[in-house]
């Protein structure tokens, strides 16, 4: 079965670091983009930045440069989002999304990332 | 940063068209791409490149997208398609992706 399967829940504290795993299932990691978006209920969907399937440059928005890190380990599928410097906004639920290119025809079920002290 | 707008909420009786608006500068020379989100679940993609259809979605779900408006028609709705629905572009001046701020669907 084609599917993302991401890591579970996190509640963390300001100022701490998040790192969310995302594995691919059905299909090869490098064949497509892999993107990372949050959700939060205040700014809806936000795009954060995107691994392409060389594993090269990789883009970040504006808004999370300095803080968000994305790897992956071909050997096991998987990309990794790390997001540091956490503040209470950062609450969200965080997705990684398949794309042929610019759009994302497969999501993860989603992983929320609570920022509390 | 660009910007899409989207109304923040349709309504539509069973059986009839909802038609839901994503409007942005010249957002005819972007391709649009949309998805439907149902509570507590990951949105799913129903159309992309303005007007095309993944595999599995019903052909009731169809786009067009001119000038300053791209439009998510759902013909012959059903209580199922209940949802939020999400407009995206990517913006190459920023080379990031935007999203709507989603347009909830009831269906009546």
């Known amino acids: 079965q084609v599917q993302l399967v991401q890591s579970g829940a996190e509640v963390k504290k300001p100022g701490a670091s998040v790192k969310v795993s995302c594995t691919a299932s059905?299909?090869?990691?490098?064949?497509?983009?892999i993107h990372w978006v949050r959700q939060t209920p205040g700014q809806g969907f936000e795009w954060m930045g995107i691994?392409?399937?060389?594993?090269?440059?990789?883009s970040v928005a504006q808004q999370f440069q300095g803080r968000l890190t994305m790897t992956r380990d071909t050997s096991t599928n998987t990309v990794y989002m790390d997001l540091s410097s956490l503040r209470f906004d950062d609450t969200a639920i965080y997705y990684c999304a398949r794309a042929p290119r610019w759009y994302f025809d497969l999501w993860g079920r989603g992983t929320l990332v609570t920022v509390s002290s | 940063s660009y910007v899409l707008t989207q109304p923040p909420s349709v309504s539509v009786a069973p059986g009839q068209s909802a038609r839901i608006t994503c409007g942005g500068d010249?957002?005819?020379?972007?391709?649009v791409h949309w998805y439907q989100q149902k509570s507590g679940q990951a949105p799913v993609l129903v159309v992309f490149l303005d007007s095309d259809r993944p595999s599995g979605i019903p052909e009731r779900f169809s786009g067009s997208n001119s000038g300053n408006t791209a439009t998510l028609t759902i013909s012959r709705v059903e209580a199922g398609d209940e949802a939020a629905y999400y407009c995206?572009?990517?913006?190459?001046?920023?080379?990031?992706?935007?999203f709507g701020g989603g347009t909830k669907l009831t269906v009546l």
């Open positions: 995206q572009v990517w913006d190459t001046a920023s080379d990031q992706g935007v």
């Open positions: 059905g299909y090869t990691l490098t064949d497509y983009y």
């Open positions: 010249n957002i005819g020379n972007k391709g």
């Open positions: 691994v392409p399937p060389s594993g090269g440059s990789r």
